[in-house]
């Protein structure tokens, strides 16, 4: 798991990841969890790797969660950027969801895309897109679905649940097609040396990922999301974590809030 993916499993976190196998060391027949251990050794195909990524970690999240990110973006940075790029031939904005859960937080930053988009001068022709990523397919196949109970949208303002969501029956509410189509999910694990984009991105939010990560998968997670971001970028953690000022490549801005210094 540390190898692989910068999982730190902690002796604190036992219960939690006992509660969460538990069912599934069941499910294949085993007694205990050194038997589930040993399985997962002989598995070669990756298949329980990846099942047990999906349950031990968190998929859930909600729409507009920890709010200040999303008002900092749609009043400070975001109408510059999106003004600037429909002045420039070919420009784009381009976020990245790096953590995306169950898509709640990249469809999240869609619906605030559109709404500017439909009121800035020249935003109607905007080129946007958002790269949406996660380790757990579990995850991405429910993002990809794009219906949340209630209780995962019950932060949303109204104005925003009535343009871009429709109610799907059964208390459930669907993401509109005008919001996904700005979205394309991947699977992806961040712990790697190097990833595969193309164009660099002018926000990032990975929140909430680097609490399960160690101390050296995290550094080497920053510095990695540093290559791939734009002069001026900005990046967006969970307000549970920080990074070291000391020797984060990124400048602190705001609580859980950073930017690329513009040389």
Same mark, same amino acid.
């Given at each position: 798991?540390? %190898?692989?993916?910068?999982?730190?499993?902690?002796? @604190?976190?036992?219960?939690?990841?006992?509660?969460?196998?538990?069912?599934? =060391?069941?499910?294949?027949?085993?007694?205990?969890?050194?038997?589930?251990?040993?399985?997962? @050794?002989?598995?070669?195909?990756?298949?329980?790797?990846? *099942?047990?990524?999906?349950?031990?970690?968190?998929?859930?999240?909600?729409?507009?969660?920890?709010?200040?990110?999303?008002? /900092?973006?749609?009043?400070?940075?975001?109408?510059?950027?999106?003004?600037?790029?429909?002045?420039?031939?070919?420009?784009?904005?381009?976020?990245?969801?790096?953590?995306?859960?169950?898509? *709640?937080?990249?469809?999240?930053?869609?619906?605030?895309?559109?709404?500017?988009?439909?009121?800035?001068?020249?935003?109607?022709?905007?080129?946007?897109?958002? /790269?949406?990523?996660?380790?757990?397919? %579990?995850?991405?196949?429910?993002?990809?679905?794009?219906?949340?109970?209630?209780?995962?949208?019950? %932060?949303?303002?109204?104005?925003?649940?009535?343009?871009?969501?429709? *109610?799907?029956?059964?208390?459930?509410?669907?993401?509109?097609? %005008?919001?996904?189509?700005?979205?394309?999910?991947?699977?992806?694990?961040?712990?790697?040396?190097?990833?595969?984009?193309?164009?660099?991105?002018?926000?990032?939010?990975?929140?909430?990922?680097?609490?399960?990560?160690?101390?050296?998968?995290?550094?080497?997670?920053?510095?990695?999301?540093?290559? =791939?971001?734009?002069?001026?970028?900005?990046?967006?953690?969970?307000?549970?974590?920080?990074?070291?000022?000391?020797?984060?490549?990124?400048?602190?801005?705001?609580?859980?809030?950073?930017?690329?210094?513009?040389?």
């Amino acid at each position: 798991m540390n %190898d692989t993916f910068g999982i730190r499993l902690t002796e @604190q976190k036992r219960t939690l990841v006992a509660g969460r196998l538990s069912r599934r =060391v069941r499910q294949l027949g085993y007694s205990s969890f050194h038997d589930y251990f040993l399985h997962l @050794q002989e598995d070669h195909s990756g298949v329980e790797l990846s *099942e047990l990524i999906n349950r031990v970690t968190t998929n859930h999240s909600l729409f507009f969660r920890e709010h200040e990110h999303f008002d /900092l973006l749609a009043k400070e940075l975001l109408p510059p950027l999106i003004q600037a790029a429909v002045k420039k031939p070919g420009g784009s904005v381009r976020i990245w969801s790096a953590g995306c859960a169950a898509g *709640e937080e990249p469809y999240t930053l869609a619906m605030i895309l559109l709404d500017l988009m439909g009121t800035l001068p020249g935003g109607r022709g905007l080129k946007a897109a958002i /790269l949406a990523t996660d380790v757990s397919m %579990d995850a991405l196949m429910e993002a990809q679905e794009g219906l949340y109970p209630e209780t995962r949208v019950k %932060d949303l303002p109204a104005t925003y649940r009535k343009s871009y969501l429709s *109610e799907a029956g059964n208390g459930l509410w669907s993401a509109n097609m %005008d919001v996904r189509s700005l979205v394309t999910f991947k699977h992806m694990n961040l712990v790697r040396e190097k990833y595969p984009f193309k164009s660099q991105f002018d926000i990032v939010f990975c929140r909430n990922v680097m609490i399960y990560f160690d101390t050296p998968s995290r550094t080497g997670l920053v510095e990695a999301i540093y290559k =791939v971001v734009k002069p001026g970028a900005w990046l967006f953690i969970g307000h549970s974590g920080s990074l070291p000022r000391e020797t984060c490549p990124f400048k602190y801005m705001k609580p859980a809030s950073y930017c690329k210094l513009i040389p």
